[in-house]
Structures are given as C-alpha cells and as structure tokens.
C-alpha cells in the first residue's frame, strides 16, 4: 500500500507561524508534523509515500529530501496553487498507482495511530463478499474521532452501514482514510475539488465505511492548539 500526505495548504488560521514556514513543517515535541506521520507509516511497512505541496513547497523538499533518512521513498506532487484536499489527490493519482491507498492530512497530530489497519480495510469490511457489486462496495474508509471542542456538530453519523450524512450520534473525521481511485475519476488533474464534496456524494449512495479510532487525536489548526501540544507535561492539566 502507498501513501499520501496532504500538506499544500497555506495555514492561514496558524499565521503568523506559516508566514515563513509551511504547517506541515511546525514542531510538535521537538519534530515537524510531518515527520511523525512519516515514521508513523514507516512503522506500519508503508513507506512509498507521496507528498503533495504549494506554500513553501521547497522547504518540505528541502527538508525531508528522498524520505531515506526515515526508512521511506519519498515522492513529491507539487502545485502551483493549491488544489484542495480532492484536487490534491486526482492530481497525484499517478504516482498512487491503481490500488486502494491511504492518505492523511499533514496538520493532524495523532502520533499512536496504527496504520497497519488501513492495508486491508476495504477487503476486510465488505459486506458485499467477493465477488461483489462493484456500485455496492465501500469506495472508501474513513477513520473517525469524538468531536472536538471546536467542531461540536461533527461530520457524519456511524451506524451499521457505514457513514451517513444523516441520524445521531455524529463523529468528527479524523483526516485519516484509504481510498480507491476511481472514487477521482470525476475529477480533472488540475481541478480544485474538496474530499466532503466526495464524502456526502457516495454516502448518500452507502458506498462511506467507517470506524472510531481509539488513540488521542488533535487538530493542529490554531497556534493555540500547537502550544497546548507543546507545553510542558507538568503544566497540563490532570
């Protein structure tokens, strides 16, 4: 399975940190973001990786070079603007190749996440047998968290048949999923398109699996939220 980290986005809620530093590239405990996600990946034996990037894109480039120092292969979509969580994806497709792969967003902090569990997790949740309907099985996977403070309403409600835009309880997507490429194909190389635009289409049609994760989980979207990470564990409250 290969791998995706979605970090061409400005941060322009974490200004002025990413005035000269992309977000992917702020420190959480003495190490980029990004670097966490990549040695997270490693661990599991995923370490074909594609980085997409726009905003300072030489940077992340510069700074984490072919990806050998941490054990992977790293290979680099750049944009000249940036294309959106969707439009990101269409346009790396080939160099993800033509099986299912997981992808995450570079501004989650999520260090005790066990990516072995996406390398199988389209086959090992069809309900639909193999063979299958193809217009019945899951076109993605998506891992989801309680809802956070700031985003009280959630994403999607979990029931038996995977997501749904509608119905209670709701839970709040995490930034971590694995998908099949045709879920792109609408999709122009190029294009500007966002993954919740795809989400709500094919969980309408019951074609969104899911499940809760089970490991701290944040956001990094705020410069509070980074120093809430970074502050000393004696000042954290019990």
């Known amino acids: 399975m290969k791998a995706m980290i979605l970090a061409a986005g400005r941060g322009e809620r974490m200004m002025p940190l990413t005035e000269h530093c992309p ?12 670097v966490w996600h990549i040695l997270n990946l490693v661990k599991a034996g995923i370490t074909d990786i594609v980085i997409n990037h726009a905003w300072l894109g030489d940077m992340i480039e510069n700074t984490l070079g072919d990806g050998s120092q941490f054990g992977a292969r790293l290979q680099y979509s750049p944009e000249a603007s940036a294309l959106e969580t969707a439009g990101g994806i269409a346009q790396a497709l080939p160099l993800l190749g033509d099986a299912p792969f997981v992808a995450l967003a570079a501004d989650i902090y999520c260090p005790h996440f066990n990516f072995s569990q996406c390398l199988n997790t389209l086959e090992d949740n069809d309900m639909w047998g193999n063979p299958h309907p193809h217009d019945k099985r899951d076109i993605a996977w998506l891992y989801m968290t309680a809802n956070p403070p700031h985003h009280p309403q959630g994403d999607f409600a979990i029931n038996l048949m995977g997501l749904s835009n509608q119905g ?9 999923g694995v ?7 609408s999709i122009t190389p190029g294009e500007s398109a966002k993954l919740v635009t795809l989400f709500h289409h094919y969980a309408g049609r019951n074609q969104l699996g899911g499940e809760m994760i089970a ?6 979207g705020t410069p509070q939220r980074l120093a809430e990470l970074n502050a000393p564990l004696s000042t954290l409250k019990k």
């Open 23 to 34: 977000k992917p590239l702020l420190k959480v405990r003495g190490r980029p973001l990004i």
């Open 168 to 176: 209670e309880p709701r839970c709040t997507f995490t930034g971590i």
């Open 179 to 185: 998908y099949r490429p045709e879920m792109f194909a």
């Open 215 to 220: 490991c701290a989980w944040t956001d990094v």
